[in-house]
């Protein structure tokens, strides 16, 4: 298995990406998780007063490099709820009704 170091050196020499790559920890109960989580990362509704979507967190991980704890009570949007685990999925998601409602889209 190819250590985080090569990866990001692979990354940098054939994407060049703009931003920093993120991982991605799912901790299902807070507690399981490192005890210097909760001090280092930053968790929106703590830290920044408000709630934000799981794709606000991620980009703000890889923007600014910072470790973002996002948890049910912090996100914003059900489609992220979802897809994090935080919520179950319903019939209309699975058939697609969800998104043919959406004006948004």
């Known amino acids: 298995m190819a250590s985080s170091r090569a990866i990001n050196e692979a990354l940098n020499f054939y994407v060049r990406p703009p931003t920093f790559p993120v991982g991605v920890l799912s901790l299902p109960k807070i507690a399981e998780g490192p005890p210097d989580l909760l001090k280092k990362a930053k968790i929106p509704l703590r830290d920044l007063k408000h709630t934000i979507t799981v794709c606000m967190g991620v980009g703000m991980a890889r923007r600014y490099g910072w470790t973002m704890l996002v948890r049910r ?33």
């Not at 019939?91 to 959406?102: I, N, T, V, Y």
């Open 73 to 105: 009570e912090d996100n914003a949007c059900p489609l992220g709820g979802i897809a994090m685990g935080f919520e179950p999925a319903k019939e209309k998601f699975w058939d697609g009704s969800l998104f043919a409602e959406s004006k948004t889209c």
